[in-house]
């Protein structure tokens, strides 16, 4: 959690909690490797209690602490104090939830299969492969900051279990049918049409319409010379570079890939409507005069539903796990006694 409004927490949580499985370890065991415990408190202190199961202070400092840190770096807002507290309290709300979903799980008939211990060590060793660590260095590293194998793996066993959970009781009971791809598409067209746009080499030579006249057709005739010798066969980018005071003229003019709306009107008809590789004739601005020659361009066009089916289906897929888990967390809450005491 960033810089961003608290109020934002209850969203990110859910969807960390929803697509949690289906990214995998990474993030929890990332910070189980690189995050350092929070110092001690000198009484700790009961801050949740979750239909029997408590949340000390010091879990939650220890949990809180890589976030708090970030936020300590990056937050340049007002009343840093104040925006902590916020945040801390909202991530005490997501282990409380950890902690139902977790207690869901090991009710009898859940139906979730109990985690073992070699599918833990399994994941464990994957990480420890990945960030190229060996074992006896991790264990090291974790007594370093007052931690233990044996605790990660329950921190471990115990996402692995809300994960199993949300599969069942979430993502399995999600479907999208065609009917709702298709009238997504349908409805959101803009977002699936290919903007068309022109990669352009650009020669400017400044001379504002409200300069000297003689001097302002001075520069005119020195652009149409340049592009004389342009068509005589010099390149267009060793012109651009030499003689133009325009974008880019160090790169020959280049300025790559530009759509309608960006350019003056004269200077975007002109290249829109000028054939690759061609250069166009001196275009009069505003401005100056202006150059140009088209490298490439990128065609407009609806990108056909065929193309965008598996993304428009993730997308109306992620909306209904939202909402699916915004309805089965509520029913969890008010059926379990919470106790919040920070």
């Known amino acids: 959690m960033f810089p961003g409004a608290a109020r934002r927490h209850h969203d990110l949580n859910r969807g960390n909690q ?10 929890i ?24 199961e408590v949340i000390t202070l010091s879990d939650l400092n220890r949990a809180f602490e890589p976030y708090s840190d970030q936020i300590e ?10 925006f902590l507290q916020k945040n801390r309290e909202a991530f005490l709300q997501r282990l409380i939830d950890q902690m139902l979903i977790e207690q869901e799980a090991k009710k009898p008939g859940a139906g979730v299969a109990d985690v073992k211990d070699e599918e833990v060590m399994g994941v464990i060793r994957d990480m420890l492969v990945k960030n190229q660590m060996t074992m006896p260095a991790y264990v090291k590293k974790l007594a370093e900051e007052g931690q233990t194998l044996e605790g990660v793996k329950k921190e471990i066993r115990g996402q692995m279990l809300r994960m199993r959970l949300l599969r069942r009781e979430v993502q399995s009971r999600i479907l999208v049918t065609d009917e709702e791809i298709g009238e997504y598409y349908d409805k959101h067209r803009q977002e699936y049409e290919g903007r068309e746009a022109v990669h352009i080499r650009l020669i400017f030579l400044p001379a504002p319409r409200g300069a000297d ?7 005119g005739a020195e652009a149409n010379r340049l592009r004389e010798r342009i068509l005589k066969g010099e390149r267009f980018e060793v012109i651009a570079a030499r003689y133009s005071k325009g974008p880019a003229a160090a790169e020959g003019g280049d300025i790559g890939f530009v759509e309608r709306g ?3 009107p004269e200077v975007e008809k002109a290249a829109f409507d000028l054939p690759v590789g061609e250069v166009s004739g001196v275009i009069d601005t505003e401005e100056g005069f202006q150059l140009l020659t088209v490298v490439d361009r990128k065609g407009a066009g609806l990108k056909p539903l065929s193309v965008v089916r598996d993304e428009i289906k993730s997308k109306i897929e992620d909306e209904k796990v939202a909402k699916k ?10 059926k379990s006694f919470i106790d919040v005491r920070l």
């Open 18 to 27: 929803v697509k949690i499985y289906r990214k995998g370890l990474a993030v």
């Open 29 to 52: 065991l990332a910070v189980l490797l690189i995050s350092a415990p929070a110092a001690a408190e000198l009484a700790d202190r009961i801050v949740a209690v979750v239909n029997g």
């Open 73 to 82: 770096e990056k937050y340049k807002g007002p009343d840093k104090g104040a």
């Open 213 to 219: 006249r003689a001097a302002r057709d001075g520069v």
């Open 262 to 264: 960006v350019m003056m």
């Open 325 to 334: 888990y915004d309805e089965w967390m509520d029913g969890i809450r008010k």
